[in-house]
Protein backbone atom coordinates (compact mmCIF):
# COMPACT_ATOMS: atom_id res chain seq x y z
CA UNK A 1 0.00 0.00 0.00
CA UNK A 2 1.40 3.18 -0.76
CA UNK A 3 2.45 5.80 1.95
CA UNK A 4 2.30 9.84 1.57
CA UNK A 5 3.92 11.17 4.68
CA UNK A 6 3.95 14.79 4.82
CA UNK A 7 5.71 17.22 6.88
CA UNK A 8 6.66 21.05 7.18
CA UNK A 9 3.57 22.44 8.50
CA UNK A 10 2.68 24.60 11.79
CA UNK A 11 2.50 28.26 12.46
CA UNK A 12 3.56 31.14 10.68
CA UNK A 13 2.91 34.90 11.03
CA UNK A 14 1.06 36.59 8.29
CA UNK A 15 3.62 37.60 5.49
CA UNK A 16 6.16 34.94 6.61
CA UNK A 17 6.85 31.55 4.61
CA UNK A 18 6.92 27.74 4.87
CA UNK A 19 7.99 25.00 2.63
CA UNK A 20 5.58 21.68 2.97
CA UNK A 21 7.50 18.48 1.89
CA UNK A 22 5.44 14.77 0.88
CA UNK A 23 7.34 11.82 0.16
CA UNK A 24 5.91 8.28 -1.19
CA UNK A 25 6.72 5.11 -0.01
CA UNK A 26 6.29 1.66 -1.29
CA UNK A 27 6.13 2.43 -5.19
CA UNK A 28 8.98 1.93 -7.40
CA UNK A 29 10.65 5.25 -9.27
CA UNK A 30 8.83 4.52 -12.79
CA UNK A 31 5.05 3.99 -11.19
CA UNK A 32 5.59 7.27 -9.21
CA UNK A 33 6.97 9.05 -12.62
CA UNK A 34 3.68 8.34 -13.96
CA UNK A 35 1.57 10.26 -11.65
CA UNK A 36 0.86 13.77 -11.33
CA UNK A 37 1.18 15.14 -7.88
CA UNK A 38 -0.14 17.86 -6.00
CA UNK A 39 -1.43 20.01 -2.93
CA UNK A 40 -4.39 20.27 -1.60
CA UNK A 41 -5.89 22.02 0.85
CA UNK A 42 -9.52 22.19 3.40
CA UNK A 43 -11.02 24.36 6.24
CA UNK A 44 -14.01 23.14 7.93
CA UNK A 45 -17.20 23.55 6.72
CA UNK A 46 -15.45 23.84 2.77
CA UNK A 47 -14.67 21.41 0.21
CA UNK A 48 -11.28 20.27 -0.59
CA UNK A 49 -9.37 22.31 -3.09
CA UNK A 50 -6.40 22.02 -5.42
CA UNK A 51 -3.88 24.32 -4.75
CA UNK A 52 -1.19 23.22 -6.69
CA UNK A 53 0.17 19.86 -8.63
CA UNK A 54 2.97 19.18 -11.20
CA UNK A 55 3.63 16.04 -13.57
CA UNK A 56 6.75 13.86 -14.95
CA UNK A 57 8.13 16.90 -17.01
CA UNK A 58 7.68 19.53 -14.69
CA UNK A 59 4.38 21.36 -16.02
CA UNK A 60 2.60 23.05 -12.74
CA UNK A 61 -0.88 24.15 -12.46
CA UNK A 62 -1.80 26.20 -9.65
CA UNK A 63 -4.74 27.53 -7.86
CA UNK A 64 -5.98 32.01 -8.69
CA UNK A 65 -5.35 31.87 -5.37
CA UNK A 66 -1.58 30.42 -5.05
CA UNK A 67 -0.45 31.83 -8.16
CA UNK A 68 2.86 34.37 -7.77
CA UNK A 69 3.12 33.58 -3.86
CA UNK A 70 3.35 29.44 -4.00
CA UNK A 71 5.69 27.30 -5.92
CA UNK A 72 5.68 23.30 -6.26
CA UNK A 73 8.18 21.27 -7.42
CA UNK A 74 9.05 17.48 -7.75
CA UNK A 75 12.26 15.34 -7.04
CA UNK A 76 10.90 12.29 -8.57
CA UNK A 77 14.71 10.50 -7.56
CA UNK A 78 13.14 10.70 -3.97
CA UNK A 79 9.62 10.18 -4.83
CA UNK A 80 9.42 13.50 -2.84
CA UNK A 81 7.71 17.05 -3.86
CA UNK A 82 7.56 20.34 -2.31
CA UNK A 83 5.38 23.22 -1.40
CA UNK A 84 7.09 26.53 -0.92
CA UNK A 85 4.50 28.73 0.11
CA UNK A 86 5.76 32.68 0.30
CA UNK A 87 3.50 35.70 1.42
CA UNK A 88 1.31 33.70 3.59
CA UNK A 89 -2.01 35.38 4.48
CA UNK A 90 -4.69 34.80 7.08
CA UNK A 91 -7.08 32.48 4.24
CA UNK A 92 -3.80 30.15 3.45
CA UNK A 93 -4.86 28.79 6.89
CA UNK A 94 -6.06 25.18 6.57
CA UNK A 95 -5.34 21.27 6.41
CA UNK A 96 -3.13 20.67 3.33
CA UNK A 97 -2.88 17.27 2.08
CA UNK A 98 -0.37 15.87 -0.21
CA UNK A 99 -1.95 13.78 -3.37
CA UNK A 100 -1.33 11.57 -6.39
CA UNK A 101 -3.04 11.14 -9.34
CA UNK A 102 -2.68 9.18 -12.44
CA UNK A 103 -5.97 10.33 -14.10
CA UNK A 104 -7.95 13.83 -14.04
CA UNK A 105 -11.02 12.50 -12.49
CA UNK A 106 -9.70 11.32 -8.75
CA UNK A 107 -7.10 11.47 -7.31
CA UNK A 108 -5.56 7.66 -6.27
CA UNK A 109 -3.70 8.51 -3.02
CA UNK A 110 -3.74 10.80 -0.69
CA UNK A 111 -1.86 11.99 2.65
CA UNK A 112 -3.44 12.08 6.01
CA UNK A 113 -3.14 15.76 6.27
CA UNK A 114 -1.08 18.27 7.52
CA UNK A 115 -2.03 21.69 9.29
CA UNK A 116 -0.82 25.17 8.36
CA UNK A 117 -1.99 28.11 10.66
CA UNK A 118 -1.17 32.04 9.38
CA UNK A 119 -1.82 34.31 12.36
CA UNK A 120 -1.92 37.96 11.72
Known amino acids: QVQLVESGGGLVQAGGSLRLSCTAS???????????VGWYRQVPGKQRELVAN???????SYADSAKGRFAISRDNSKKKWLLQMNSLKDEDTAVYYC???????????WGKGIPVTVSS
Open 99 to 109: SMAQGTDKVDH
Open 26 to 36: RMITSVFNSYV
Open 54 to 60: IALGGHA
